[in-house]
C-alpha cells in the first residue's frame, strides 16, 4: 500500500464516521409560532402554549370638520371660523375566545384615543380626551354562553341610521349584564344598566347653607334601568321592539332655603321603542332600509332628547337645555335611513329624523320646556382598497320652540374622514 493510498482511505474513513455521527444528532422540531384558529371566524389565531384564540383589530381615523349653527360658535377657540380644524381618532380592538366544556368564553376590548382640536358638537367626553390625548376605554365586555357582562351598547339602542352623524334616538354605552337566548330566529334578552351612564341625579339628601341650614333633601331611588327586547331576523327582514323602566327624573318643590328646603322628588319613567331593516338587495345587491320610532316618559336620554348625538348636545348652550337628562317630561323620536350600494366601493345613505319634547314638570326653573326638532342628511362612502374608506357626512338640523325657554335654532355640519381598518 503506498503512502497516498494510506492518505486517501483514512480520509474516507473520515468521512464516513463523520456522516454516521451527524446522523445521530438532535434535530430540533419546528416552532409553530402563529397557528390559525378558524372556531371563531376569520382573524383569529391561538395565543402560543393556551387554547384561546386571539384577534387583533383597530383603525386610525383623520378628521376634519366644516360647519355652522346657532347655537354658539362652531369652533370655539376661533369664533369667526366655520372650520373645526383636526383631529386623529385611533383605536385596538382585541379579542380573546376560548371553548369550555360549558359553552364558549369570549372577552372583547376597545380602546381608543384622540389628539387634535374637537370642538362644536363632541361630548364632554370627547371633549377632555381630545385636550389630554389621553386613551380611554370605549367599550369592554366578557360573555359566557347566555350571559354578557361590561360596558357596551345598551340593550334599547337600535342605531342611528346608516351614517355618520347620526339621527336622533337612543345613543349610549352603559355598564351592564345582559342575558340572552334566541331560538329559530327569535331573540329574547334581559339587562339591568347602571342608571348613572344615562344621565340620574342621584340623591342629594343633605345640602345645607353656609349657616348650616338645610336647603335640599330628597333625591332618586338608586335602582338599574331594567331593559327587555324581542328580536326577529329571516331572510331579508329584522326588526328589535324594547322597553325600558327607569328612575331618572326629579320634580323639585320649595325656595331652596332654610325656610322653605328644596325637596327633589323621583319620578318613574319609562321607554318603548321599535325598528324594522329590510334588505333590498333586489334593488342593488347590499341596499338597506331602516324605520324606527320611540317614546318616553321621564326618560329622555332614550329619544335621543339627551344622550351622545342628541338634541340636547347639539343645542346644549341654548337657555332650557341644561338638566334634560332628569326634567320630567314626554318625548317622541323617529327616523328612516336608507342605503344604496352603487359598487362593491361606494355606497351613498339619505337619513331623515324629527324628535319632540313636551315637559311636565312643575318647578318654575323647568316648566314650560317643549321644542321640536329635526334632522335630515347623506353619507357617502368611498373604499379604494380594503381597509380605506374616505367618508363625507352633510347634515342639517332645526330646532324650534313656541315657548320663551328654548330658543330656535339651526346647524348645519360637514364631516370628512380618512379611515384605516385592520
Request: aromatic share 14%; hydrophobic share 40%; proline share 2%.
Amino acid at each position: 500500500m503506498t503512502f497516498k493510498s494510506l492518505i486517501l482511505g483514512s480520509a474516507a474513513a473520515m468521512i464516513v464516521a463523520g456522516a454516521a455521527n451527524a446522523a445521530d444528532l438532535t434535530v430540533a422540531e419546528p416552532v409553530d409560532y402563529v397557528k390559525v384558529c378558524d372556531a371563531f371566524g376569520k382573524g383569529f389565531y391561538y395565543s402560543p402554549g393556551t387554547d384561546t384564540c386571539i384577534k387583533v383589530g383597530g383603525y386610525v381615523k383623520f378628521v376634519t370638520q366644516f360647519g355652522d349653527n346657532d347655537f354658539g360658535a362652531f369652533n370655539k377657540l376661533y369664533k369667526n371660523s366655520n372650520w373645526n380644524n383636526f383631529y386623529t381618532e385611533a383605536s385596538i380592538q382585541l379579542t380573546g375566545s376560548s371553548i369550555t366544556e360549558y359553552g364558549n368564553l369570549t372577552g372583547w376590548i376597545d380602546v381608543r384615543a384622540k389628539t387634535g382640536n374637537e370642538a362644536g358638537t363632541g361630548t364632554f367626553a370627547d371633549l377632555i380626551n381630545a385636550q389630554t390625548n389621553s386613551a380611554y376605554v370605549d367599550t369592554a365586555w366578557l360573555q359566557f354562553g347566555p350571559i354578557k357582562a361590561g360596558r357596551f351598547k345598551s340593550l334599547f339602542d337600535f342605531g342611528q341610521g346608516f351614517d355618520d352623524t347620526g339621527m336622533f334616538a337612543s345613543d349610549t354605552k352603559t355598564d351592564h349584564i345582559e342575558l340572552s337566548y334566541t331560538v329559530n330566529g327569535f331573540g329574547l334578552s334581559l339587562s339591568l344598566e347602571d342608571n348613572r351612564d344615562r344621565g340620574a341625579a342621584g340623591f342629594v339628601n343633605g345640602l345645607y347653607d353656609v349657616n348650616n341650614n338645610l336647603i335640599a333633601s330628597g333625591g332618586q331611588d338608586n335602582i338599574p334601568d331594567i331593559i327587555g327586547a324581542v328580536t326577529y331576523a329571516s331572510g331579508i327582514f329584522k326588526t328589535k321592539v324594547a322597553a325600558a323602566y327607569v328612575k331618572h327624573a326629579i320634580d323639585i318643590s320649595g325656595a331652596g332655603n332654610a325656610a322653605s328646603p328644596y325637596v327633589f322628588e323621583d319620578k318613574s319613567g319609562f321607554a318603548v321603542g321599535g325598528i324594522v331593516e329590510l334588505a333590498l338587495d333586489s334593488i342593488s345587491k347590499g341596499d338597506k332600509l331602516q324605520v324606527s320610532a320611540s317614546y318616553a316618559q321621564n326618560a329622555n336620554s332614550f329619544t335621543g332628547i339627551t344622550g351622545g348625538t342628541s338634541v340636547s348636545n347639539l343645542s346644549g348652550s341654548l337657555t332650557g337645555m341644561s338638566a334634560l337628562d332628569f326634567v320630567p317630561g314626554d318625548s317622541w323620536s323617529g327616523f328612516v335611513s336608507y342605503k344604496h350600494v352603487w359598487s362593491d366601493r361606494v355606497w351613498t345613505s339619505l337619513s331623515g329624523g324629527y324628535a319632540k319634547f313636551e315637559g311636565t314638570a312643575d318647578y318654575a326653573a323647568w316648566k314650560d320646556r317643549a321644542f321640536d326638532a329635526w334632522r335630515v342628511g347623506s353619507t357617502t362612502n368611498f373604499t379604494p382598497v380594503k381597509g380605506l374608506d374616505l367618508l363625507v357626512d352633510v347634515f342639517y338640523s332645526s330646532v324650534s320652540s313656541d315657548t320663551s325657554k328654548i330658543k330656535d335654532g339651526d346647524a348645519w355640519q360637514t364631516n370628512i374622514f380618512l379611515k384605516r381598518s385592520w
